[in-house]
């Protein structure tokens, strides 16, 4: 259900932190048409509670009122000062706002606070932009129900600013739905991808964006790449591998982290704690991987069924266990979906990263450096976001604030999408005449234009 200030457009939405920045608040829609200045009080309060002169405030009551704002058309124009890096929230007190008016008993009229927040960043935050993606998905290409095409444009539907589809053992049905959708000109990026099954190797990773297929390189040579597995395990110190485990699968991971870096792409060490009648992949495994560290990220959400819910708890704490002890690594969130219309998986886990812009590089790059956090979010209830806690704040900020708006242009692209893979020509062209409006909204939420 909407709220009231969702007939609202704020720009921006991210600030630059201890700068004096100016707001705009603008009804979308003639419902919500605001009152005349001199009927709006504005108020505004840091939720972290740091105040511009350095002051700070254990109350969420601590506000200030000395704000600069003014009408300028239908907008509002408020300036304020951002101190920090932390949420801000706007509150406007209104009277005689069309559509949101209190009660008229007793003739007295309720006054009422519309809320908006904002987020102020430090330099290295601002300079870059949240994506929303999924790094791991499959296709009727290996085990999922649809194609790639139709896959990748359910994705767009669901609010995705890029995906990979990563087949079991299979490079090509990435390549597929890249070749389909190559003359989009709505900035939704599909890249290469895999689920990678070496030789001997019960440990699942996933190849993300790299330029060839690791699946292909391992089975097109295995003699090369059970001696280059060998190599390695020669050289892990005997300390490092728990005794009773059978050291291959270790060294044959690192192959495969080695190799996916080679062509470029990301290593990601997947659901170490999938349970069927046992876990998959032994606990003496996953410790020795974990100790080793030599994966890019660690899917700490992976694509687990809500009655196999175990698994993703028994991943955080591993992973919360292993920052204590000073192992840190990046994580992410993937559907690990097998079909996006079945109602499970798709969309339930995703990560936000936060990049110098979507190419491929900027975003593998942003995930090794820890910038992103992995999202929960099953069958649309309150939402989890995960990772480092300046990550977890602010992209939690995003997730409330900001991807909203962003999944409702999405959700118009990914329609036509499918209508131009059913056959129908002239939704290209409505495709193409929207332009790149999600790249519009991004930039306008950092006071672009």
């Known amino acids: 259900m909407k709220e009231f200030q969702d007939y609202f457009e704020v720009s921006p ?3 630059p932190a201890d700068r004096v920045s100016t707001i705009r608040i603008t009804p979308r829609f ?13 108020r505004l309060f840091p939720v972290g509670g740091l105040f511009p002169d350095g002051s700070s405030t254990q109350f969420i009551s ?7 704002f003014e009408r300028e058309g239908a907008s509002l124009r408020i300036r304020a000062p951002f101190a920090g890096e932390q949420e801000h929230c706007i509150l406007l ?3 005689d706002l069309p559509g949101f008016r209190g009660s008229d008993a007793g003739g007295a009229r309720e006054k009422k606070a519309l809320r908006f927040n904002v987020y102020s960043l430090r330099p290295d935050l601002y300079s870059l932009r949240p994506f929303k993606g999924d790094f791991h ?14 896959v990748a444009a359910r994705y767009r539907q669901m609010g995705f600013d890029f995906m990979a589809v990563t087949d079991h053992r299979r490079y090509a049905p990435s390549r597929r739905a890249m070749e389909f959708w190559k003359d989009l000109r709505n900035g939704f990026r599909l890249f290469p991808g895999e689920e990678v099954h070496s030789p001997g190797n019960p440990v699942h990773i996933i190849h993300f964006g790299g330029a060839y297929s690791i699946n292909e390189k391992a089975s097109a040579d295995e003699a090369q790449y059970r001696k280059e597995t060998e190599e390695i395990l020669r050289s892990i110190p005997p300390e490092e591998l728990p005794g009773g485990l059978d050291p291959f699968p270790v060294a044959a991971s690192e192959w495969v982290f080695r190799e996916i870096r080679k062509a470029g792409g990301l290593a990601v060490f997947c659901h170490p704690f999938w349970q069927t009648s046992k876990y998959e992949i032994c606990e003496a495994l996953s410790d020795a991987v974990f100790r080793r560290r030599k994966f890019d990220a660690f899917e700490l959400l992976g694509g687990f069924y809500d009655w196999q819910w175990r698994s993703n708890t028994c991943q955080i704490a591993r992973y919360g266990d292993e920052r204590a002890e000073g192992n840190t690594f990046p994580v992410i969130g993937a559907s690990d979906s097998h079909g996006t219309d079945n109602g499970k998986l798709a969309d339930w886990f ?8 979507d190419r491929i590089e900027d975003l593998i790059d942003a995930v090794r450096r820890g910038r992103c956090a992995a999202v929960e979010r099953i069958r649309e209830p309150v ?15 995003l997730v409330e604030n900001y991807f909203p708006a962003h999944r409702e242009l999405c959700a118009v692209e990914g329609a036509l999408m499918l209508e131009v893979l059913s056959g129908n020509e002239s939704a290209r062209s409505a495709l193409d005449a929207l332009g790149n409006r999600v790249d519009e909204y991004r930039e306008k939420a950092f006071g672009g234009k």
Do not use: N, Q, W
């Open 93 to 95: 007190d209104l009277l």
């Open 383 to 397: 939402p989890h976001v995960y990772g480092e806690y300046r990550m977890v704040k602010y992209i939690s900020f």
């Open 137 to 150: 998905v499959h296709s009727a290409c290996s085990d999922g129900r649809e194609c790639p095409e139709y």
């Open 350 to 357: 995703s990560t936000v990263v936060l990049a110098g812009s």
């Open 30 to 42: 003639p419902h919500a048409e605001l009152p005349p200045a001199d009927r709006i009080k504005v």
């Open 13 to 15: 939405r991210i600030v």
């Open 62 to 68: 601590g506000e200030r009122e000395d704000l600069s």
